[in-house]
């Protein structure tokens, strides 16, 4: 009896597992696995779960085929536009100051301006050089300012700097992933892989799709939405002929023609909160109604109210839609965009406005179509790998250590359902090198038993018993097995935060897979162990 006592306490001491832990660690490790079961079933037959357990792997464009468009950021015309917004500065500020002036020109990449009277320069440029801000750098000020504000003999010139160009371009490149993330979700697309490459570029990937023709018709347009008077004082041809008033531009029409329109806007389309497709009552063809906020609305009603009979345009990206007549005034803040549309071109318009503008326009630099059949050549591709590591990696473990590999074994393959469980669970996309993150973390996991037991064979051999050799075992292995997989999640970290695409896909399966392997090491493999001695209360290790 007091043999039976002594290792029913050294059995106690090793485990450490009451019941309400070994049931947590057991619960878990199955919530977890449970989350990979949709993944086995068709998205029609997981679509009448619960929403909660409609989670799953996507797949990504190299396994399941679809469209990865490049685009690139029209640094050109960021530039054009923040000279045009310093040019309506100078204006707006001499104006307000009433400070005469001539010449008032956009010359290269700066905005000149000529002050008339020499009495008036010093002022002018206090005036001017109030348009310059300081721009912030990584550690505070940086010294630098967003425009160089030069002064010869009353000719005034103010020059962007190309900081706060290069920060701008920033800012519209942050601003157009917004919305082409916008776009694409109200497409209804699955899963697009949205992100910036470079200074300038934008990489949009979208699995499944194989035709990008639409992708590419949405997310080219800026839908720049303006509400402008026609200018009725001659008709485009005249003003062509001869020359447009100073305050109006000639535009071309999207069926055709030319309309002479106010450069002056009357609301702009970062007002709008709402546009729907939707069908005219009285002629019964596509149109797409919009609603204003508060200041849309008042603005647009007070602008209806003046020009009752007058035709207005509606303008597009520099195109007139429509110019209709305005009958009566439009007072609560809602109206409808008409222009020979069909059903789809409605609904693609809607969409463009309730997305919001771009910032820039964007131009498609590189194109490419993956086909779903390559796609299946990389997954039977992945799979092959996989079954041939994982049965590799069984075979080794059970031929080296016996009744231990197999408890290693059955270890390994729950770490590798807790792996496809945790994707499910965060919606991750799985790429080829994602497979490949998983084959390597099969190696970890198994490497991490390997130092258990040749740990456990080295106690062994100093003399120690069966079982305090296992405790020793799991025990001293810890610092070695933590230390190697700490350094191994920096890596997957590191190269998450730096990398794209398929870099990012591999990082978060690897550092996915070394979480669940500290687990099953730690606990289910010791689990499994403690009730193997429990049940058998060995004299040898069976290694």
Request: net charge neutral; hydrophobic share 45%.
């Amino acid at each position: 009896m007091g043999r039976v006592a002594f290792i029913t306490r050294k059995i106690e001491a090793m485990l450490f597992f009451t019941r309400w832990k070994a049931a947590a660690i057991l619960i878990a490790a199955f919530v977890i696995c449970l989350f990979a079961v949709p993944n086995f079933f068709s998205e029609s037959a997981v679509q009448k779960w619960p929403s909660w357990a409609q989670r799953h792997i996507v797949l990504g464009l190299d396994l399941q085929g679809g469209s990865s468009l490049l685009l690139e950021v029209d640094t050109n015309a960021v530039r054009k536009e923040r000279l045009q917004a310093v040019d309506d500065d100078v204006l707006r500020v001499l104006r307000q100051a009433r400070i005469p002036f001539t010449g008032r020109a956009i010359h290269g990449n700066s905005v000149e301006v000529h002050i008339t009277r020499s009495t008036d320069i010093d002022n002018a440029l206090g005036k001017l050089r109030d348009l310059s801000q300081p721009l912030s750098g990584i550690l505070g000020a940086s010294g630098q300012r967003s425009i160089d504000v030069a002064e010869n003999g009353g000719l005034i010139t103010l020059t962007p700097s190309d900081a706060a160009i290069t920060e701008r371009i920033r800012q519209a490149v942050d601003q157009s992933i917004e919305i082409i993330q916008r776009r694409v979700n109200e497409l209804g697309l699955v899963e697009p892989t949205i992100q910036r490459e470079g200074v300038d570029r934008i990489l949009v990937q979208v699995p499944g799709l194989q035709d990008p023709t639409r992708l590419k018709a949405i997310l080219g347009k800026t839908a720049k939405l303006d509400f402008r008077m026609v200018d009725l004082s001659m008709s485009p041809e005249q003003a062509a002929a001869t020359h447009a008033p100073e305050d109006s531009e000639i535009l071309e029409g999207q069926n055709g023609g030319k309309y002479l329109v106010e450069k002056r806007v009357l609301v702009s389309g970062a007002d709008l909160v709402d546009a729907q497709p939707g069908f005219d009552q009285r002629t019964n063809e596509p149109v797409v109604n919009f609603r204003f906020n508060s200041n849309g609305a008042r603005r647009f009603a007070e602008a209806t109210q003046q020009n009752v009979g007058k035709p207005f345009a509606i303008v597009l990206d520099n195109q007139v839609v429509s110019a209709p007549v305005i009958r009566e005034p439009i007072l609560g803040g809602q109206g409808q965009i008409s222009g020979s549309f069909t059903v789809q071109q409605a609904n693609d318009l809607a969409i463009l406005l309730r997305a919001g503008a771009l910032p820039a326009p964007l131009t498609v630099v590189e194109e490419r179509t993956v086909g779903p059949g390559l796609g299946q050549d990389s997954i039977l591709a992945g799979e092959h790998a996989a079954y041939v590591g994982a049965a590799l990696v069984v075979l080794f473990m059970f031929v080296t250590y016996g009744l231990f590999g197999l408890f290693a074994n059955i270890a390994v393959g729950i770490n590798v359902a807790m792996i496809f469980g945790v994707l499910s669970m965060l919606s991750a996309t799985l790429t080829l090198p994602g497979i490949a993150g998983i084959v390597l973390t099969v190696g970890i996991a198994v490497d991490s038993n390997v130092l258990i037991y040749e740990r456990i064979r080295e106690e062994v051999r100093a003399g120690r018993t069966a079982i305090n050799a296992i405790d020793a075992g799991f025990s001293r292995a810890l610092a070695t097995i933590l230390d190697s997989n700490i350094t191994t999640f920096i890596a997957a970290a590191v190269l998450f935060y730096i990398g794209s695409g398929p870099v990012r896909g591999f990082a978060v399966t690897l550092g996915v897979g070394i979480l669940t392997s500290l687990f099953t090491a730690f606990t289910l493999t010791r689990l499994i162990m403690a009730y193997w001695v429990r049940l058998w209360r060995p004299r040898t290790v069976p290694i």
